[in-house]
């Protein structure tokens, strides 16, 4: 058999980048080297594409020096990389691309749209799916006609905190301290914090706006915070895995405590009250279709103490590093790594056969 070439693009301009380059270690690892011809494809923080020659660089983190470039091509006849080296290029041929990328421009349907245009067979959500997920506050608007619990909030624009006193007033008349603030549009809870009172506020509220524009500031949800992943899409049939619980070593699971604490951990399968882990997946589904999900992602809930089930955010290219919650979720049910990426990527074709 023939291989095809895969494209696995990492790295990425948004501040996730260090994630995604832990997630790509996993993916390319893991892809059915029989079947599939592996280009990996960096992005530097400052929008640089290089090629990468192997996972080696990826690991010591030295792929940055490449001198190589490559870029999509967005013409659909061509259907391929554009590869520079010392002021010659050449057209390498992609059957399909992995973008392992989180967070803005590259989980956020920028990257997707070059791929519709250029017609390449790719992983995961579409341009719609992508953007509306990236966007926690379009997310919940989309959300709101499901019947799903979710918490309450109020949506500031940074050219807002101007006036930072009606800002506040108007934060303070709708929900109660303490709050949790949110960049609208950021993932691995880059600039998340939680305020107990007016001077926190503040502080988070400039600290979101770092990071966008629009901020979401959420009544804060007591409960298990519990995640479920989500495979299908298409003409294939949503499947949802179980539940993962999150243990956070910090007050709450912000992007320290995810990746460089230690004392996080994960529990799979835990027992929720009152039956709630079936709730959990129905909706999780629901919101997955919702959205026009494809391929795979993330949902993230709250479950308090009676069994409420309640939306947080759904991402539509969770993690794949050692301790991320999606791949560890398809293992429990007997789906490894290899088998789990070997999926994803024919789904990825099925979505061009239609």
Not at 17 to 26: A, F, K, L, P, T
Request: one cysteine or more.
């Amino acid at each position: 058999m023939e291989r095809k070439t895969a494209a696995v693009i990492f790295g990425g301009q948004s501040s996730e980048h260090v994630v995604s380059c832990m997630s790509v270690q996993n993916v390319a690892a893991n892809i059915n080297e029989e079947k599939y011809n592996v280009i990996l494809v960096g992005i530097t923080e400052d929008g640089h594409w290089v090629k990468v020659d192997s996972l080696s660089q990826v690991k010591d983190d030295t792929w940055r020096e490449s001198k190589t470039g490559a870029v999509l091509s967005p013409d659909a006849k061509e259907k391929c990389l554009i590869v520079t080296e010392n002021g010659s290029f050449e057209k390498i041929p992609v059957d399909v691309v992995f973008p392992v990328l989180h967070g803005l421009y590259g989980e956020d349907g920028t990257v997707q749209g070059i791929l519709e245009l250029a017609k390449i067979p790719y992983v995961g959500c579409g341009v719609l799916a992508s953007a509306v997920s990236m966007d926690k506050l379009s997310t919940k608007r989309m959300v709101s006609g499901l019947g799903i619990c979710q918490a309450a909030y109020v949506s500031v624009m940074k050219a807002e905190l101007k006036d930072m006193d009606a800002v506040i007033a108007k934060i303070e008349k709708e929900i109660p301290y303490p709050v949790f603030v949110k960049p609208s549009n950021a993932g691995s809870s880059r600039g998340v914090n939680k305020a107990d009172n007016r001077e926190e506020l503040v502080f988070a509220l400039n600290e979101a706006a770092k990071h966008d524009r629009k901020i979401l500031v959420e009544e804060t949800i007591i409960g298990h915070e519990v995640e479920c992943a989500v495979f299908g899409g298409g003409l294939r049939e949503v499947k949802a895995s179980g539940v993962g619980e999150i243990m956070a070593a910090a007050e709450f699971y912000d992007f320290d405590a995810k990746y460089y604490n230690a004392e996080s951990k994960t529990v799979v399968d835990p027992e929720l009250p009152n039956g709630a882990t079936e709730r959990v997946r129905e909706a999780a589904v629901k919101i997955f279709n919702a959205v026009d999900g494809y391929g795979l992602s993330r949902v993230d809930f709250f479950v308090k103490a009676d069994g409420t089930v309640v939306f947080n955010e759904i991402n539509t290219l969770p993690g794949f590093t050692a301790i991320s919650m999606y791949p560890m979720l398809w293992e429990a049910r007997g789906v490894d790594k290899r088998q789990l990426i070997d999926d994803l990527i024919d789904h990825a074709f099925r979505r061009y056969e239609r």
